[in-house]
């Protein structure tokens, strides 16, 4: 299971972080995904997340998000600073194993000009 929390509303400029806890995946090795989801868009790649996690990221949040993991708490974070507007969407974990995709319930982040 993918369990996405700490979400919620913010002015532009500030900052959250939200977290993707993990279960029933070795996630010491399993590559794990950001996406979000504005309204009335389709869902978006943020953050793709190597096992060591190293990150790549999509240019709109390039030096502004930073995507980490714990693996003691089998969780990967994703440190969101600088705000904008653009950013308000449900935030969503994913990750592949066993030959299955994994979602997880999103998180609203809302962000207020």
């Known amino acids: 299971q993918l369990q996405a929390s700490g979400g919620g509303a913010v002015q532009a400029g500030g900052s959250l972080r939200i977290s993707c806890r993990t279960s029933g995946i070795n996630f010491r090795i399993a590559r794990m995904n950001w996406y979000r989801q504005a309204p009335g868009q389709q869902r978006d790649l943020v953050a793709n997340v190597a096992a060591g996690g190293s990150a790549d990221y999509v240019d709109s949040v390039k030096g502004r998000f930073i995507a980490s993991r714990d693996y003691a708490r089998n969780t990967m974070y994703l440190q969101m600073n600088n705000l904008k507007p653009e950013d308000t969407a449900v935030y969503y974990c994913?990750?592949?194993?066993?030959?299955?995709?994994?979602w997880g319930p999103g998180t609203q982040v809302t962000v207020s000009s």
């Open positions: 994913s990750t592949f194993w066993r030959g299955t995709e994994w």
